[in-house]
């Protein structure tokens, strides 16, 4: 009697399908990486946003300039050596305030830019949106993948807010 050798074609029949099935429940899975990365890259600058108005108020703080209402006038130094202007000790939400406190939200940045039509204000409660450079120009038509800085107001503090990507 010869010795088999080889698989049947049941046994190959299978693992095919077992394969097809395994694919099938896990592609979907994989396939949304890329909106998970910019979910959390989001978070992340909501993250710095967040720390850095931190770091202002507690510096305007010690200035005792916390309870100051918003003018070009009053600021604290960045690391830069640049003034940030504040709002009730927040940074004010525009180019001079969030901007200067967040390293990577100024002109120059290769990553993040403000939303089209979006330049902020210097008032207090004024807000500002920042998404990535490739999508700036559709983001809030799109109502997608941005984060809104709302600078602090004489009963609140200031706030960020973040709109995912779908």
Same mark, same amino acid.
């Given at each position: 009697m010869k010795k088999q050798q080889g698989f049947t074609l049941?046994?190959?029949v299978v693992v095919i399908v077992i394969l097809g099935i395994l694919a099938? !429940?896990? %592609?979907?899975?994989f396939m949304n990486l890329q909106v998970?990365?910019?979910? %959390?890259?989001?978070q992340g600058? &909501?993250?710095?946003?967040? =720390?850095? %108005?931190?770091? *202002?108020?507690?510096?305007?703080a010690i200035k005792g300039i916390e309870a100051s209402e918003p003018s070009t006038t009053i600021g604290v130094s960045a690391a830069n050596g640049?003034?940030?202007t504040t709002a009730y000790g927040y940074p004010t939400a525009n180019s001079a305030g969030i901007a200067q406190a967040v390293k990577g939200?100024?002109?120059?940045? !290769? #990553?993040?830019?403000? *939303?089209? =039509?979006?330049? =902020?204000?210097?008032?207090?409660?004024? &807000?500002i949106s920042y998404t990535f450079k490739n999508q700036a #120009?559709?983001?809030? !038509? !799109?109502?997608?993948?941005f984060v809104t800085y709302t600078a602090a107001t004489s009963a609140a503090t200031a706030t960020v807010k973040v709109i995912n990507c779908k």
């Open positions: 049941i046994e190959l099938v !429940t896990a %592609a979907p899975k998970d990365a910019r979910n %959390a890259s989001l600058l &909501k993250g710095a946003i967040q =720390g850095a %108005a931190g770091i *202002v108020y507690g510096k305007a640049s003034l940030i939200l100024d002109s120059n940045s !290769t #990553e993040w830019a403000p *939303v089209t =039509g979006d330049t =902020g204000s210097s008032a207090a409660g004024g &807000k #120009e559709n983001a809030k !038509t !799109t109502n997608t993948c």
